[in-house]
């Protein structure tokens, strides 16, 4: 049965710092692509950030570059957001997903975990 399990959210005042943390089980983790996407009240989910395999090559939106950076940790199966200099825009729920390819679109996702509250008080 595959899980992604998202902890690390909670409230933080605008400039303040978070670490999103990730954990799967059930599938071959180090197979598969890993991305963060979040959703803010009223809006549609977004990416975030993905992160390759082996984690040499990741990749961003434009709205966290500079500020959010992804890692993964393929023998702890886990996938790191670390989120610096948070804004107020930056509130939302964040999701960790898996994919066995390169996608930054929800459709191409695989498996998706239940979602973390961040928020950021300004």
């Known amino acids: 049965?595959?899980?992604?399990v998202e902890s690390g959210g909670g409230l933080v005042q605008a400039g303040g710092s978070l670490r999103l943390s990730c954990a799967a089980s059930g599938y071959?983790?180090?197979s598969y692509f890993m991305a963060w996407f979040r959703q803010a009240p009223g809006k549609e989910r977004e990416f975030v950030a993905i992160i390759s395999w082996g984690g040499r090559t990741t990749d961003y939106a434009d709205s966290v570059k500079g500020r959010f950076t992804i890692?993964?940790?393929?023998?702890k199966n886990t996938v790191y957001l670390q989120m610096n200099s948070l804004k107020a825009e930056d509130t939302a729920v964040y999701?960790?997903?898996?994919s066995r390819r390169y996608y930054t679109k929800e459709a191409g996702m695989d498996y998706w975990g239940?979602?973390?509250?961040v928020t950021v008080s300004s």
Do not use: H, I, M
């Not at 890692?71 to 023998?75: F, Y």
């Not at 239940?114 to 509250?117: C, I, Y």
């Open 71 to 75: 890692s993964r940790d393929n023998a």
């Open 114 to 117: 239940k979602g973390t509250q």
């Open 95 to 98: 999701y960790c997903a898996a």
């Open 28 to 30: 071959t983790f180090s």
């Open 1 to 4: 049965q595959v899980q992604l």
